[in-house]
């Protein structure tokens, strides 16, 4: 019998320790891109629960949202130890570790962009759009929250990931 009172102790039944480990990094990957989202939402609900808004809500205020998640998804979808895999200048080497730096680039480029571009909307959209209500002003700062939040939970889940030690998380209580 297993001594924790923890739910997460738990094996999953039927399921190998390779399908549980991918599903532990999506789980962590959508976890961290959901409470990231929930503040966009929160000021989507804020502006239909508006009477006479005056900003329409349309697909530019989702775009920054949706390039800073899929760059958090290639940044963290790279194996950190091909980073180093590099065999320099030689006749026939795979170039694996300047592929995984190309990557790397693109990924922080998207988040980069959805950071410039939510603040951009901000400023553009909402301060200078001629209604500078309270609300109409939440609104943008939501879609600057989430950007920024999806920027930094990709880079504290991308430091975290570059430890070398295998840990495992097992709290028992005793």
């Known amino acids: 019998m297993n001594p924790s009172v923890f739910i997460w102790n738990c094996r999953l039944p039927g399921l190998s320790a390779a399908t549980r480990e991918k599903l532990s990094t ?8 959901l409470v990231c989202w929930w503040f966009f939402i929160d000021g989507l609900v804020v502006a239909a629960n508006t009477p006479d808004f005056g ?20 940044i963290n979808s790279i194996d950190l130890s091909s980073l180093s895999d590099d065999n320099g200048f030689e006749y026939g080497a795979s170039r694996l570790a300047n592929r995984v730096k190309l990557m790397l680039f693109i990924g922080i480029a998207l988040i980069a962009g959805g950071v410039a571009g939510s603040f951009a909307i901000l400023v553009i959209k909402y301060i200078n759009g001629g209604e500078a209500a309270n609300k109409v002003i ?37």
Request: contains cysteine; negative net charge.
């Open 55 to 74: 900003v329409s809500i349309g697909i530019e205020d989702w775009i920054p949202g949706i390039l800073a998640t899929f760059g958090m998804l290639i």
């Open 26 to 33: 999506y789980a962590t990957y959508f976890s961290g891109a």
């Open 138 to 174: 939440y609104t943008g700062l939501t879609v600057v929250m989430q950007t920024c939040l999806v920027m930094t939970s990709s880079f504290i889940l991308w430091l975290s990931n570059r430890t070398d030690q295998n840990t495992e998380f097992n709290f028992v209580l005793q």
